[in-house]
């Protein structure tokens, strides 16, 4: 069974929000839009997004370490959110295991973003309906655009190309070899809810130089060296006899 | 719901598809806008475009927004009569009525006194037709916002290299191994940087940021080195000193390629000390680098002329020349200047172990000379030797305001562009690389006028509004050796101001020193908010009236897509278009967009029709300059020449006959030349057939060393993209500079400088860099006012633009200021406390933030969120002016009074580079009594006539249905 999913590099990710607005974007004109803002231009603005970059500090002065965090739906193997959903709106597709809902079908009672660990859920407080991450399932079954193409609107705009998509189920898929080769791990496994989304750690790349490495026999200062002339004064073949 | 798999968006609605480019910010990516029943369904980045490769930004992925937004103008507007100016209070007038108004007043102004009339730019992307403009009336008293940019930047690098970072250059991070980035804000460049950097991490390069504030980049950084804000010249100084102690620096291409080996004359008692010995011999007149000068040949031990074939000259040494001058190698005078610029020295000022300097020049080094890159690419050097490969040397640097925006930032960048060319990284695989135009003669050859006789009634101006001075007789002063612009640019007290000062533009207006004007007209510059300093005070200056109760500033112009803080203060306002409204040309004339392999550039073609009756600011110049009669609007009978800015685009060409205009691409009469040809009936249409952009690869054998080679600088003369194909040797040593320090010194035979400023002249013209404290922390009490304040752009915004972004706005509502806990817990305030940030001159009510990511003697803030109450399309009570802040309220734009003069800008004396990072504060709690809002605040602006109506609670952009749900008018 085909599960599809983003795997996210927090090695590169350098919190640019491209993936956030574009989302908006795509989404808010697509299937599962409109993704609705609340005080547009007032005080307190607020609205739908399916992806949210939070920004965190780790450690002290000067050991800091600051981590951009892009977070949307992570389409769990055995998402919680969709038991608890008294109407079924709340669902997992077969073909490609895609978490969805089917806002004809939600009375908004919200309890699958209570059910959710993960605080990924949008509850549209105009149409009073629970809204989420599709994956841009509009796009990425779309047989009319170009394969390049039938890919999330984050995956497309991700200037750093942080976000990986494909099929988690297919080893030989990017997101699998990503996950496999670079120590990418799922969000709260404990929860036993199967994240597909998964993230790649950061890696960091130092250089060792030794000692010894610092000179070397062609160094330019020789060059410069001027001429040891032999001190003035008497030498051997002067006083020899 | 239907199933989502059954239904595709192109079926619904009618759907159409259009390239252009964008305008989010600056760095101009390629986008296709797709849209549904005329109105934009989404905006993606063009996969085939050079720039940006299909990526695009948060910025760019919200341009819905900005089209809809409801801060657009949509009418002309005149200050009421009566109506106090700053009241916003407009009447809607006719684009005839106003083009009348215009031209009475700029046609007796240009037959008067030229100079009265002042046009100053933000971040247009059409310098090459306002800076025309403005020459063509024949005003001196032009410039865009480079001033308080990164003008530091450019002329640093630029007067060092030839080129510089960003739009003229940039770090080749497709084969650095070390990636090095200094005091680099997250908008500099935006996606390219974004690409290049994560494909750099990802083939295992070690990337390190040297920044007091880890945030974007830095984030990702395998190393950061935080360090104090204004010593990086100190820093890099003492890199150098280590490279230069242990001989890790590239010899052969210091030789080569730098005046290194040349022989400076060395004699404080005579009038050439300081400058290159130069041989007899006949030079024609240009601005070239003549090769009339001398090596010491280690073999002979004598002097020899330079680039003789065969020899090794000497870098280190004093010697007697046959006429018996003493000389040094200008390597000599950089290791003599170096010698006390320890590690040691260095880590007391900036703050990083000298330990970690060692390692970081170590690192440098060794990387630089040891894992060498050669590819086999033959070309041919100026002097004519053929080589069989290109070398690099793969340490790259980038660096933008964090240098650039102190008053010492000229030498600190200085600094950095020597030690970048010790490493032997200028244009070469893996190290610096160049992009067209550049690179470009040290300094490039267009030059200011010379004094005011330059400036005549109904005559344009004799010179260029902005220039490259090369010697003391370039400025452009008076008898008197005083300023001749309005800004004061290109005197002697900012001399290489070579982006002007747009800074004080409006305080020298005001005080009417130099001399009082009578325009202004501001083209998207928000000089009423975040693009000045003392903003409150600037904001009175601008209402400010003379004993005779006029206005100080008799007549202010604003043109702006949207309703800034600034057209609050406008006599008139003309409404500009949007970025997908309008025709653009990203000229090769003014900062293409141009690759390391090539010249790039591009335009924008309108995919939706203006709204309301707002004009392209393009337009609005060709309209004005034929009714003006300005000579390169209007044909010899006086009639217009120019239907409208297309037809100009096409047509236009810097002389008759010249073949050069605003694009590139698709010269000739049927498109079949490129840089240089006749003009092009159908030049548009190519660039539309070819996503908007024009992108000429250069032979491999062109793409390296172009500063030195032969083939490259043939070609770029062919195609006039320069005047002269002489090689371009690196200054390392700076005799540019050392001209000027003559005239403080009475040694120069042309222009001193007045009394008042020869000692700043001779301390800052320096031929090597140095390290001096910024001036604003040698002149007010750092025990008072103990941290440095600083401002950065995030990612997600540009400029003040996108608070009227109802998606943007959403990621950044207000800003905080950010402290590190133990300055706050000195200072007595908690994490979100609401505190006072007070200097010398002013203060700002905000709220605290705690960052561990932050040096403790810094504190900073997101720039441009903070807003003005109304302004943007915004509710008085938003957040960004209730919550937000602007730092710019406690920064000076003059210095306090000193030697040099009582109003001396608060910039780099080289450059009048506005010193915005020099700012010293102290901060502390605000008593418990006081309203939690931000402080100053300033009387909510009021909606404009032709605004949109107020919006709802709540919106849902659908595309195809939202104008009229929202009752957005057309």
Same mark, same amino acid.
């Given at each position: 069974?085909?599960?599809?999913?983003?795997?996210?590099?927090?090695?590169?990710?350098?919190?640019?929000?491209?993936?956030?607005?574009?989302?908006?974007?795509?989404?808010?004109?697509?299937?599962?839009?409109?993704?609705?803002?609340?005080?547009?231009?007032?005080?307190?603005?607020?609205?739908?997004?399916?992806?949210?970059?939070?920004?965190?500090?780790?450690?002290?002065?000067?050991?800091?370490?600051?981590?951009?965090?892009?977070?949307?739906?992570?389409?769990?193997?055995?998402?919680?959110?969709?038991?608890?959903?008294?109407?079924?709106?709340?669902?997992?597709?077969?073909?490609?295991?895609?978490?969805?809902?089917?806002?004809?079908?939600?009375?908004?009672?919200?309890?699958?973003?209570?059910?959710?660990?993960?605080?990924?859920?949008?509850?549209?407080?105009?149409q009073k309906v629970m809204k989420k991450c599709t994956l841009c399932i509009d796009r990425i079954t779309d047989m009319s655009l170009p394969e390049s193409e039938r890919k999330p609107a984050c995956v497309l705009a991700c200037p750093t190309r942080a976000r990986i998509y494909g099929d988690i189920h297919d080893p030989d898929s990017d997101v699998s070899v990503a996950i496999r080769e670079q120590g990418g791990y799922p969000l709260q496994p404990e929860w036993g809810t199967k994240p597909s989304n998964h993230y790649l750690p950061r890696r960091k790349t130092r250089i060792q130089i030794h000692e010894d490495e610092l000179v070397r026999v062609d160094n330019p200062l020789k060059k410069e060296e001027l001429p040891t002339l032999p001190e003035a004064g008497e030498t051997l073949d002067d006083v020899a006899w | 719901m239907q199933d989502p798999t059954s239904r595709s968006d192109s079926d619904q609605g009618r759907v159409e598809v259009k390239e252009t480019t964008c305008y989010m910010c600056a760095c101009r990516c390629g986008i296709r806008v797709t849209l549904r029943d005329g109105e934009i369904r989404h905006i993606e980045g063009n996969p085939d475009h050079p720039l940006n490769k299909g990526a695009i930004c948060a910025k760019g992925s919200s341009g819905i927004m900005k089209q809809y937004s409801p801060a657009r103008l949509t009418k002309p507007l005149l200050r009421k009569q009566g109506a106090e100016r700053g009241s916003s209070e407009f009447e809607e007038i006719s684009w005839e009525h106003a083009f009348e108004l215009i031209e009475g007043r700029l046609s007796k102004i240009r037959a008067e006194d030229p100079k009265k009339f002042a046009l100053f730019t933000g971040r247009d992307q059409m310098q090459a037709l306002t800076g025309m403009f403005a020459k063509q009336f024949g005003t001196p008293n032009y410039s865009a916002h480079g001033g308080f940019c990164s003008v530091n930047m450019a002329a640093g690098m630029i007067y060092t290299i030839g080129g510089s970072f960003w739009e003229f250059g940039g770090p080749d991070l497709e084969r650095a191994k070390l990636f090095i980035m200094i005091g680099t804000a997250e908008d500099h460049h935006s996606n390219p940087l974004k690409i290049a950097l994560a494909d750099f991490k990802r083939r295992g390069g070690r990337f390190i940021s040297i920044n007091p504030v880890r945030t974007g980049y830095s984030a990702i950084a395998d190393e950061w080195v935080p360090i104090k804000p204004g010593t990086d010249g100190a820093l890099i100084m003492a890199i150098t000193h280590e490279l230069i102690k242990q001989g890790l620096y590239d010899r052969d291409f210091l030789i080569k390629y730098t005046n290194s080996a040349e022989l400076v004359v060395d004699d404080p008692s005579r009038d050439d000390h300081g400058l290159f010995r130069r041989f007899e011999m006949h030079v024609e007149e240009g601005c070239f680098d003549p090769e009339n000068k001398l090596w010491w040949d280690i073999d002979l031990d004598r002097e020899i002329s330079t680039h003789t074939p065969g020899v090794d000259p000497r870098l280190m040494g004093e010697f007697k020349l046959e006429d018996g001058t003493s000389v040094k190698p200008a390597f000599q005078l950089l290791k003599d200047r170096v010698e006390e610029y320890t590690p040691e020295w260095a880590a007391h000022i900036t703050g990083i172990p000298a330990d970690t300097i060692r390692r970081l020049a170590h690192e440098m080094g060794v990387v630089a000379r040891d894992q060498k890159i050669e590819l086999p690419i033959q070309w041919t050097d100026s002097w004519g030797n053929d080589h069989d490969s290109v070398i690099g040397n793969p340490v790259a640097f980038h660096s933008m305001r964090g240098l650039a925006a102190h008053s010492n930032g000229f030498q600190s960048i200085r600094a950095l562009a020597i030690l970048m060319t010790l490493l032997g990284t200028i244009d070469r695989p893996g190290g610096f690389r160049h992009k067209a135009p550049f690179p470009r003669p040290i300094p490039p050859c267009p030059k200011p006028p010379k004094g005011p006789e330059a400036v005549q009634p109904n005559t344009p101006l004799d010179g260029m509004p902005l220039g490259w001075p090369s010697k003391p007789d370039d400025l452009f002063v008076d008898e008197d050796g005083e300023a001749v612009r309005l800004d004061k640019a290109f005197s002697w007290e900012y001399p290489l101001s070579v982006h002007g000062l747009m800074h004080n533009a409006i305080t020298n207006a005001w005080r009417g020193d130099p001399y009082k004007i009578d325009t202004m007209l501001l083209f998207m510059a928000n000089m009423a908010w975040n693009s000045s300093m003392n903003t409150e005070n600037v904001r009175k200056m601008l209402t400010d009236k003379d004993e005779n109760g006029e206005y100080k500033i008799p007549f202010l112009i604003v043109a702006d897509a949207f309703q800034s803080e600034t057209v609050a203060f406008a006599d008139l306002v003309l409404p500009d278009t949007t970025y997908l409204e309008r025709h653009d040309a990203m000229s090769m004339l003014d900062r293409p967009i141009s690759e390391f392999d090539g010249p790039v550039d591009s335009v924008r073609i309108p995919v939706v029709p203006p709204r309301g009756d707002c004009k392209p600011f393009q337009e609005v110049l060709i309209e004005l300059g034929s009714r003006l009669g300005l000579p390169a609007f209007v044909k010899e009978d006086g009639s217009r020449k120019f239907r409208d800015y297309p037809d100009f685009v096409v047509n236009y060409e810097t002389s008759p006959g010249s073949g050069i205009g605003f694009l590139a691409g698709w010269r000739g009469k049927g498109g079949e030349k490129f840089l240089k040809g006749d003009p092009n009936p159908r030049q548009w249409e190519m660039y539309k057939e070819n996503g908007c952009v024009y992108h000429y690869e250069l032979p491999k054998s062109y793409q390296y060393m172009r500063s030195w080679n032969r083939g490259y600088l043939e070609w770029a003369r062919?195609?006039?993209?320069?005047?002269?194909?002489?090689?371009?040797?690196?200054?390392?040593?700076?005799?540019?500079?050392?001209?000027?320090?003559?005239?403080?010194?009475?040694?120069?035979?042309?222009?001193?400088?007045?009394?008042?400023?020869?000692?700043?002249?001779?301390?800052?013209?320096?031929?090597?860099?140095?390290?001096?404290?910024?001036?604003?922390?040698?002149?007010?009490?750092?025990?008072?006012?103990?941290?440095?304040?600083?401002?950065?752009?995030?990612?997600?915004?540009?400029?003040?633009?996108?608070?009227?972004?109802? $998606?943007?706005?959403?990621?950044?509502?207000? @800003?905080?200021?950010?402290?590190?806990? /133990?300055?706050? !817990? &000195?200072?007595?305030? *908690?994490?979100?406390? $609401?505190?006072?940030?007070?200097?010398?001159? @002013?203060?700002?009510?905000?709220?605290? /933030?705690?960052? !561990? &990511?932050?040096?403790? *003697?810094?504190?900073?803030?997101?720039?441009?969120?903070?807003?003005?109450?109304?302004?943007?399309?915004?509710?008085?009570?938003?957040?960004?002016?209730?919550? *937000?802040?602007?730092?710019?309220?406690?920064?000076s734009e003059e210095l306090p009074p000193c030697e040099a003069g009582d109003h001396m800008s608060n910039s780099d004396p080289v450059t009048g580079q506005a010193a915005w990072f020099d700012v010293r504060v102290r901060i502390y709690p605000a008593e418990a009594n006081e309203p939690e809002v931000t402080s100053p605040q300033f009387k909510p602006q009021k909606k404009l006539p032709g605004q949109d109506p107020k919006r709802g609670k709540w919106q849902a952009f659908v595309a195809g249905a939202f104008r009229k749900k929202a009752k957005i008018q057309e």
């Open positions: 069974m085909t599960q599809l999913a983003l795997v996210i590099d927090l090695n590169v990710c350098v919190g640019c929000h491209a993936c956030v607005t574009s989302c908006k974007e795509w989404n808010t004109s697509g299937w599962a839009g409109p993704l609705t803002d609340q005080r547009p231009y007032d005080a307190d603005p607020t609205g739908v997004f399916f992806n949210r970059v939070q920004t965190y500090e780790a450690g002290v002065f000067p050991n800091t370490e600051t981590y951009h965090f892009p977070k949307s739906c992570l389409h769990c193997e055995d998402p919680p959110c969709v038991p608890v959903c008294p109407t079924g709106a709340s669902y997992k597709r077969e073909d490609n295991g895609v978490v969805l809902v089917d806002y004809d079908k939600c009375i908004g009672c919200k309890y699958c973003s209570w059910a959710c660990p993960y605080g990924v859920r949008e509850f549209d407080e105009q | 062919a195609h006039s993209m320069t005047r002269y194909a002489e090689p371009i040797t690196i200054h390392l040593y700076s005799e540019v500079l050392q001209r000027f320090r003559l005239a403080a010194q009475g040694k120069w035979p042309g222009r001193i400088p007045p009394e008042r400023l020869r000692k700043r002249v001779e301390e800052n013209f320096d031929p090597l860099p140095f390290y001096s404290a910024p001036l604003e922390h040698k002149l007010v009490d750092t025990h008072t006012y103990p941290l440095n304040a600083l401002t950065q752009r995030p990612m997600a915004m540009y400029h003040s633009w996108d608070s009227q972004n109802a $998606w943007l706005r959403q990621i950044h509502t207000h @800003n905080y200021l950010f402290v590190n806990p /133990r300055t706050a !817990e &000195a200072s007595g305030f *908690g994490d979100g406390d $609401w505190i006072w940030v007070e200097s010398p001159i @002013n203060k700002v009510r905000c709220m605290a /933030r705690f960052s !561990e &990511a932050v040096e403790p *003697g810094t504190v900073w803030t997101w720039n441009a969120i903070g807003k003005a109450a109304g302004s943007w399309g915004l509710s008085p009570k938003a957040n960004e002016s209730q919550k *937000g802040f602007l730092l710019n309220h406690v920064i």
